[in-house]
């Protein structure tokens, strides 16, 4: 934050020197210059996100698991139709419906800076053990 400070301090002290000269300057008439020709303007870059989607997808709770998931890729795909600029994909992980399955998975995913959010963790026992590890790396669950 202290060099945040010093930098907007020298700017501001830039900035009131350059005012102060030109205050000081003599007037002069421009001379004219030619109209540039119109830019063509250019693409915006899209913004790639990626969205972890942890749930069900074999054992016990996989047709569960497999409807989650079916609903997380048409919500990623209507989100990429409509929101320009912008591409979302989703890394779909498969945490059975156990706890000893979803804290590698998760511990992984909360070291993956590309990962912005997590869609789940689909049971209650999963929750409480991912929560902190989650949370603690600012994802978004």
Aim: aromatic share 2%.
């Amino acid at each position: 934050m202290e060099r945040s400070n010093k930098l907007i301090a020298l700017l501001g002290s830039l900035v009131s020197a350059s005012l102060l000269l030109a205050a000081c300057a003599p007037a002069a008439t421009p001379a004219p210059t030619a109209v540039p020709a119109t830019a063509v303007p250019t693409a915006m870059p899209t913004v790639e996100i990626k969205i972890a989607f942890y749930g069900p997808l074999t054992g016990q709770a996989a047709n569960l698991g497999q409807e989650q998931l079916a609903l997380a890729r048409i919500a990623v795909s209507d989100f990429n139709k409509g929101m320009a600029g912008y591409h979302a994909t989703l890394v779909e992980e498969d945490t059975d419906i156990t706890a000893d399955k979803a804290v590698p998975v998760c511990t992984k995913d909360a070291t993956d800076n590309t990962i912005v959010g997590v869609v789940g963790p689909s049971g209650s026992g999963q929750v409480e053990a991912c929560a902190k590890i989650l949370e603690d790396a600012g994802l978004a669950h």
